[in-house]
C-alpha cells in the first residue's frame, strides 16, 4: 500500500513538473491604466483558468496612444519588444510599415472557427494593409456628452430630452450656468489623443481630416472646425486643462458639462462625487452629426521570439481578449463598446437598458467613420502641431482663425509625405 502511494505521488510531482516546464511566459503591454486596469483585472483569471500553462507578465502602462507608439519604436530598436502590444487605431500603420507589427493570417488560417466577418468591420478594416489583418480590434469608442444633471438644472435642464443638440445650444447653455454662478460650465476634450475631436468636428460635417495624403484643414468644413472651438472655448469661458484635471473637474462635481470618449463612463460612475449623470449623443455643428471617429485600439502581434509556444501563446492571449468573455468585460468596466458579434451575444441588450450611460455610443454606432493616421515619418510630429495649435486657441494665443487655418495647413503639409504644395 505504501508503495502504491509512493508510487502516486512520484506521477503526481512528475505530472506537476512536467506542466511547469510547459508553462510559457509572454509581455504585454497597453495604455490609460486608469481605464483599464480594472478591465484586465477582470480578464486575467477567465485566462488563467483556459491556458494555466501561460503566464502573462504586464509591462508598465503606456500614458496614452502617442506615448504607446513611441515606446515601441524605441523598444524595437533595442530589442525589446513585448509579445502584445495594445496601440492605437490610428497609430497601427507606422508599425506595419517598419515591421513591428506582424501579419496574423497564419494564426487565422489555422483556427478552424474564426470569423474575420465577427469583428467590428469599420475597426478591422483600420488594421488590415495589403488585405492582410494585423491587429484585432479590442475596444470600440465614440464621443459622448457628459452630464452632471443637477448643475444642469441651474440652466433649466432637468431631463435628456433637453440636452443641448449642437455647439451653439451648448454654448447657449454655458453662459446660462455662468449667469447662475457655476465656475465650470463645461470642459472640451480638444486634447485627446490623436486630435480626435477636430477629427469629430470635420466627420460631423461629413468631411475627413485627410484624403490620401492631403490635409483637409483649408476646406470650409476645417475653417468651421477651428472657428467652433474658438466661439465654444470663448464663451464656455473654458479653462486649459489638462485631460486628467478636465475628468477631475467633472467626476468631483465642479464642471456641470463634459465632451469625450464613451472609454470613461465606467470610471466616472466608479469615482464620480454624489450627482446625478447621465451621457447623451455628441452635439453638432448645424445638426446632428453626419459621422465620428471611431476611437479604441487594437492587439497586435509584436513578438520578436522564434519559439512557437511563445508565438502561439500570444495569439491565444490576443484573440481571448478580443473575442468572447474577454471583450465582454470590456463594455462592463469601461465605456467601450465590445468590438465583436461574440462580445455582444454575452452582453445582450438587457445589459445597455441596465446601463444606460454606456448605451449612448451604441446608439450613435451607424456614425462611426475612420479615425485617420497621418501617413508617414512625421505622424506623431503633426499630431503635436496641431496638438499646440488647438491649445493657442484655448488659451488666446490665436484669435484670428482664418490666419491660423492658412499657417496649421502650411506645416502640416510640410510634414507629410510627397508633393502636397
Known sequence: MLQKTLTAMALALSATAAAAQEQVEIDFAYPYSSLFDVTYEKIMPLFNAAHPNIKVNIRAAYENYE???????????????????MQGLNRQAILVEKGIAKSLEPFIAQEADFSKDGYNQAMLSLATFDDAVYGLPFSVSLPVGYYNMDLMAKAGITSEDQLPKTWDEVASVCETLIAEGVEVPMFWGWNITGNWFLQALMWSQGQPLMEGNDFMLDTPEG??????????????????????????????????????STSAVGSVERGKADFTFATHEYPGIDGAPQGLPAGGNAALLTSTSDDPAVLEASWAWLTFITSGEGAAEVARTTGYMPPNSAANEIILADFYEANPTKATAVRQIDLL?????????NGLAITQVIYDAIEGIVTGEYDDMEELQIELTEEVRDLLPGDNS
Open 223 to 260: 475653417l468651421k472646425a477651428l472657428q467652433t472651438m474658438d466661439m465654444l472655448f470663448d464663451r464656455c469661458q473654458m479653462p486649459n486643462y489638462s485631460t486628467t484635471d478636465g475628468q477631475a473637474a467633472f467626476t468631483s462635481g465642479n464642471a456641470a458639462m463634459m465632451f469625450w
Open 67 to 85: 506615448d504607446g507608439t513611441n515606446t515601441i519604436l524605441r523598444e524595437a530598436t533595442g530589442g525589446d519588444l513585448p509579445d502584445v502590444t
Open 369 to 377: 467613420s475612420d479615425w485617420q493616421a497621418y501617413p508617414g515619418d
